[in-house]
């Protein structure tokens, strides 16, 4: 039986931003932050776009297991062992792809969803408001029995549960996480506690701190819209300057979940790269977008990740801002779009009806490379010098964060 903790290392911080760069040491190896979480939708593209005669991987450090859990799902689970059995299997199999030749970080993320049943001919729309002990046992047994997690990221029984059994809740479920010389789960896992970015900020600082006070670590943070009818989100925003300022210790590990990928129509900024910002460490988008829905989405609304400027825009605003600047080329060492125009890069994938998979295997790929750079400015504390290049980045510190940059 092996058996392993995760050490947090501080790499080097950005002296007056207070920003922060770690790598995560594990038996696997060393994982570099900030970085970019892909998830098991990024392989089913990677599928996609070999069956269109391409073959790609991923750079990235970090990977999230995304699984979405119905009330029925959950009940069927509990009901049945062969089939908690087959979702374990189904899990090593889904990570199992996601290695790529590559040892990645592997944090797992349980989200529930509603679902509609028909209660006496009347459609109802339900979903897991409270969880119990019995149902979290089940989803940790779950990660632990696929062998594969590395983190494994786990609810409280409400968003606004008191502090007290939230954190009797989380040292419960980190003891499960222990291999107790059974042998079963090879080496221990992290138990990083969800939290909404929503709840107040006295309960979300309170909370963590009493969390942190247990020796947690790592933490995953549900992400909430910063913005709401373009007006700052105070109480988001509350939480976010908490996470800021704990970040700069370098002894805790902040994974955001669900993140938008912009923060709005008007504010084009990549969202991740806020984040990064306000102290988070790794970052993840939501479910990729439903195979049958990816016609409906028109040529001209897809939004394109754009390491540039650190935007996402759609394909007219992205040749508007580059027709100049770069005669038209996206100059990104991404694979889908190096050494081509955003037209040839639309046209071509356009064709091939996988223009949607392209962009987004383009933002995985540009944003790890993006986030590497970052990192490396941190540790030579240019990070001011590197954020005044990237103009959306630039411009939302200076309005809607209120934060002055200094580059000599």
């Known amino acids: ?25 594990s038996h696997k190896g060393e994982f570099l932050t900030p970085d970019f979480a892909i998830n098991s939708t990024y392989y089913n593209y990677i599928a996609d776009m070999t069956t269109a ?50 040892d990645r970080f592997i944090i797992a993320v349980p989200h529930f969803s509603t679902e509609e049943i028909v209660i006496e001919g009347k459609k109802k729309r339900t979903s897991i408001k409270e969880l119990t002990w019995e149902q979290n046992k089940l989803l940790i047994q779950l990660y632990l029995h696929s062998n594969v997690i590395d983190v494994i990221s786990v609810h409280p ?27 079963d789960y090879g080496f221990e896992k992290e138990i990083a506690p969800i939290i909404d970015l929503s709840v107040k900020p006295k ?3 309170n909370l963590i701190e009493r969390l942190i006070s247990e020796k947690f670590r790592f933490f995953t943070i549900r992400h909430r819209k910063l913005l709401t009818k373009e007006r700052i989100n105070q109480r988001v925003y509350s939480n976010l300057s908490y996470i800021k300022e704990k970040a700069k210790e370098m002894k805790y590990h902040f994974h955001a979940t669900r993140v ?98 392209a962009i987004k295997i383009h ?18 504390d240019r990070l001011e010098e590197k954020i005044n290049e990237k103009y959306f980045l630039e411009q939302n510190m200076k309005t809607l964060l209120q934060i002055k940059l200094k580059v000599d």
């Open 1 to 25: 039986m092996i058996k392993t903790t995760y050490e947090i290392i501080p790499d080097g911080i950005s002296k007056r931003l207070g920003v922060v760069a770690t790598t995560i040491k």
């Open 53 to 102: 005669g391409l073959k790609y991987s991923f750079p990235n450090n970090f990977y999230e297991l995304q699984r979405q859990y119905t009330p029925t799902k959950l009940e069927l689970l509990s009901s049945t062992s062969n089939s908690a059995k087959e979702q374990a299997v189904h899990i090593s199999r889904i990570v199992g792809e996601a290695y790529d030749n590559k």
């Open 157 to 183: 029984p409400s968003s606004t549960s008191p502090i007290e059994d939230v954190v009797d809740w989380m040292k419960k479920s980190r003891e499960m996480a222990k291999p107790q010389g059974r042998g």
């Open 203 to 205: 309960y979300f600082k």
């Open 260 to 357: 938008d990928r912009r923060l709005s129509v008007k504010l084009p900024v990549s969202m991740k790269h806020i984040l990064h910002i306000f102290g988070f460490n790794t970052f993840c988008l939501p479910p990729g977008i439903n195979r049958k829905m990816r016609p409906l989405l028109s040529f001209g609304d897809a939004l394109h990740y754009d390491g540039l400027t650190l935007g996402v825009m759609n394909y007219v605003e992205r040749n508007q801002w580059h027709r100049y600047r770069t005669n038209g080329f996206c100059l990104s060492n991404c694979p889908v779009c190096k050494d081509k125009t955003f037209e040839q890069f639309n046209v071509e994938y356009d064709k091939k009806d996988i223009l949607h998979i």
């Open 363 to 380: 933002e995985a790929w540009e944003s790890h490379g993006i986030f590497m750079d970052i990192r490396e400015a941190i540790i030579n």
